[in-house]
């Protein structure tokens, strides 16, 4: 048995008359795979550990085996269709988030959602009531099951909200300046005007005479003029427009007067909301409002012990505190949601574009989705055309590498949902061309994850395999997986042609759904003969017509046989279909 011994894979081709750099298809005359460095402890492999790698080129055609193979496969319909229009290279890679709500929540309306590019279907537990929200779940899920879609269902829990004003109109009041109101906590009967109530007793401790208020990031601005009991009576400076259920924070010199709250991250109605979520299947929670990584691992603990389907928490990033502990609570969720809209409160705007970068940064260093949220396309909640700067600002957050990108109240509020899906789905597309032209992925830097002899060997398996697809320019990776690790890692690298991952548990295949270029596949893969599972896939997919004679695919697999007893399993192949 053969041994690879390098945690660092070097991979040379002999490539003709191939294109490279923008993958445009020829034939692969061949390739190998040759070691650079040793691992540590000179080079020695402690434990049971096997590395195939597979890089000459082999021939798929139809054989006889492949008969077994099922039409109606786990293959998303959405990205079926786009690679029979687009080809592989064409397929969009950033994965699209649509926060459902009145505007779109008939099973019309999030039909043409999921045909738009809705990747994943948003649920804010803060708005509506929790039979509405299983109504909803109930046709996602029927949408998927008779559709043929692949949308997964997060919800967003409310959490523990001291930063929450509300005036009691059931829409939109304005404060002209110079006007004065009260802010107080206490519950009044009716709505008196100028009164505003605040969702926390204590919203107002700490709070000094000639502090500055202000209203979701800069909506409208207060002075405090006077301070009685825990009430504090405002000058309006700025006038603007107040929202129902308003975000706030103080400002003092110029800098945000930072007050910790010993409210829990998680509130009650949120563990209720939770259990719901599990009862219901949900794919994904976001937990709203964290300050550091105990919560996190709180309810991680929680859902270990109350499911075995595996239920990933995201972690919204929104507060000063969770930006000074950002590493520690990515390394401990399953993947960020950039709250900018919540985060523009507390830190001065201007530095959100930089906070929204580094943060992106991290979690793909640290191998963790990211979803960039908040204001993409503001304009589009009233109006049918976005701005050309919001433009700009989706296409930014793509260059960045974003896993995915968010709409709020564009599709969940807003009369053009789709319309804004649809400029996400066009900007986003164009976006990754230019990369991809521009040969940026291989300015792209990877900080050493794994620990383990296993998860090192896996990590490098699939940088190299990234590095070797882009220099070969072959069509489409195809990797097996039982838990999505190894798919996540080639992810993580950015590989120009898509990543098809094929698993046989269906919490995985939903999970895979928020990771950049992946395009998840349920199937019944054997155990025992991995060559069974790329012949049958293979015949699967050309029989859909969606693979022809020349398309390159690059095979990568973590599936060790159960008869075999080795810690790492990992092969890399190229294959070229006849």
């Known amino acids: 048995m053969a041994v690879v011994t390098s945690d660092s894979l070097l991979c040379r081709s002999l490539l003709t008359n191939r294109v490279t750099q923008f993958g445009r298809r020829s034939e692969v005359s061949g390739a190998k795979v040759v070691p650079r460095r040793a691992i540590g402890n000179g080079g020695k492999v402690k434990g049971k550990v096997r590395v195939v790698v597979k890089a000459t080129v082999q021939q798929i055609g139809g054989l006889e085996q492949v008969k077994k193979a099922k039409e109606g496969s786990g293959f998303d319909a959405v990205s079926e269709g786009e690679l029979r229009e687009k080809g592989f290279l064409g397929m969009r890679k950033t994965k699209l988030v649509c926060t459902i709500g009145p505007a779109c929540c008939s099973p019309e309306d999030l ?14 537990m803060c708005h509506n009531t929790r039979n509405w929200h299983l109504d909803v779940i109930k046709k996602i899920k029927k949408l998927n099951e008779e559709k043929g879609f692949c949308v997964s269902i997060m919800i967003d829990t409310e959490g523990s909200q001291i930063h929450v004003l509300d005036h009691g109109a059931p829409s939109s009041v304005k404060a002209e300046e110079g006007s004065i109101w009260l802010f107080t906590s206490q519950k009044l009967e009716g709505h008196p005007p100028f009164t505003v109530q605040a969702s926390y007793d204590g919203f107002s401790e700490g709070i000094e005479v000639g502090d500055v208020l202000v209203i979701d990031g800069g909506m409208a601005s207060f002075e ?7 009430n504090l009576c405002c000058q309006c400076t700025d006038s603007g427009l107040f929202l129902p259920r308003a975000k706030f924070s103080f400002w003092r010199d110029g800098k945000l007067v930072e007050r910790n709250s010993e409210l829990p991250t998680l509130s009650k109605k949120d563990w209720a909301d939770i259990e719901f979520g599990v009862s219901e299947g949900v794919d994904f929670i976001a937990l709203s409002f964290i300050n550091d990584a105990d919560s996190v691992r709180q309810l991680k603990n929680y859902l270990y012990m109350r499911s075995s389907r595996s239920t990933r928490v995201l972690a919204k990033i929104e507060s000063l505190e969770s930006l000074q502990r950002l590493e520690e609570i990515v390394e401990a969720c399953d993947g960020i949601m950039v709250a900018r809209g919540d985060l523009g409160v507390e830190i001065p705007y201007e530095q959100i574009p930089t906070v929204q970068e580094e943060i992106t940064r991290v979690c793909r260093e640290l191998n963790k989705p990211v979803i960039v949220a908040s ?25 960045q590498y974003a896993d995915a990108l968010m709409l709020s109240g564009e599709s969940a509020i807003g009369p053009y949902g789709q319309k804004a899906l649809s400029v996400l789905q066009m900007a986003s597309s164009r976006m990754e061309l230019w990369s991809r032209e521009e040969n940026r992925q291989s300015i792209l830097h990877q900080r050493p ?12 398996i699939c940088n190299c395999a990234v590095e070797m697809a882009n220099n070969l320019g072959v069509d489409a990776i195809f990797v097996y997986t039982k838990h999505g690790q190894m798919a996540s890692l080639l992810s993580r690298n950015r590989p120009y042609p898509p990543i098809f991952a094929f698993t046989g548990d269906n919490g995985t295949r939903m999970a895979l759904n928020l990771q950049w270029g992946v395009i998840p596949v349920l199937v019944d893969l054997s155990d025992e003969e991995m060559e069974a599972n790329i012949t049958m896939t293979m015949e699967l997919i ?28 990992q092969s890399i192949q190229v294959k070229t279909v006849v």
């Open 449 to 460: 994850l794994g620990v383990s002899l296993p998860d090192r060997i896996a990590e490098q």
């Open 111 to 124: 039909e043409k959602l999921a045909l738009g590019g809705m990747n994943v279907a948003r649920l804010n």
């Open 224 to 230: 405090v003029i006077e301070k009685v009991g825990n």
């Open 375 to 399: 204001q993409l396309l503001e304009s589009m909640v009233e109006y049918p055309t976005p701005t050309r700067a919001e433009v700009a600002d989706v296409s930014e957050a793509v260059r």
């Open 542 to 569: 050309r029989r859909k017509g969606m693979l022809k004679p020349g398309d390159v695919v690059m095979v990568v697999s973590d599936l060790a046989p159960t008869h075999i007893n080795y810690s790492a399993f």
